[in-house]
């Protein structure tokens, strides 16, 4: 493999399914060596393993975002086997939550606060723990999966939606300050993106509605999202920083109602 990114050292969180193993594989692709994250060790092996297959280099680690001491414990590992971290896609969440995550006046406090320990606290934790190996490079691309559904009004998905908002915010005071020490940092903001984990929470009704909703008259999979994260991973983006790009097949570029034909 070689490419874009050959040299450099890519953990992604989240990493075992969906945009993660994709985003991991599209970075391998682009030359880069993968610490593949998860809690969910036996897939994130899988994803591993996969890479390897086609001549890239990756480890597996099993990796709790929310907990510092899986951070502190999983680092040192990362730099042996590996290298120093310059390219971190921090995409991990938990949408297990999705089905008691609705009406505010319903919502358990238990799952505000773990929508946030995994979505916002999981990536102010991966940055924090990253960061270091970026600085003494003298660069780095922070990315982080954020969502549509974290900048515009929804009457779903409350907690999860509220701490994506506030991955945008750390996005940019990340950009902001590590910038003149060569670190870049962006997100991405999908919308709904045929994964497991939506063909689990979106009916077929609501399926129906959002592709007609859709500019491009389709969900955006898995590796629609992970080339974006591999051109902002690259010099390519060498200029774009405290962004969020959203990726959401003009979802909310355009009024539903007035873009009948």
Known sequence: ?????????????GAASG????SAQALAEAGAAIAVTD???????????????????????????????HWAAAMPVVRARLGP????????????IFDRDNDLLTLEVA??????????????????HTLPDMIEAGRGS?????????RSGSTRQVAYS????????????????YGPSGVRCNAIAPGVVDT???????????????????????????????????FLASDAAAMITGQVLVVDGGMTGHIPALSSR
Request: proline fraction near 1%.
């Open 1 to 13: 493999m070689s490419g874009e990114l050959d040299g450099r050292v890519a953990l992604v969180t």
């Open 142 to 150: 922070i990315i982080y999966t954020s969502s549509v559904k974290g």
């Open 39 to 69: 809690v969910n060790i036996d897939s994130a092996e899988a994803v591993a393993a996969a890479i390897e297959r086609t001549g890239g280099r990756a480890l597996a680690l099993r990796l709790d975002v929310a907990d510092e001491e």
């Open 196 to 230: 497991p984990a939506a063909r689990a929470n979106v009916s077929d009704e609501l399926r129906r509605l959002i592709i007609e909703g859709q500019v491009v008259g389709r969900l955006a999979e898995p590796a629609d999202i992970a080339r974006v994260a591999v």
């Open 162 to 177: 509220s701490a994506k908002g506030a991955i945008e915010s750390l996005t940019r005071i990340i950009a902001t300050t």
């Open 111 to 128: 799952t505000w606060d773990r929508a946030f320990a995994v979505a916002a606290r999981g990536s102010m934790l991966s940055a924090k």
């Open 19 to 22: 945009i993660g193993a994709a």
């Open 85 to 96: 971290v310059t390219v971190l896609h921090s995409n991990a969440a938990d949408v297990s």
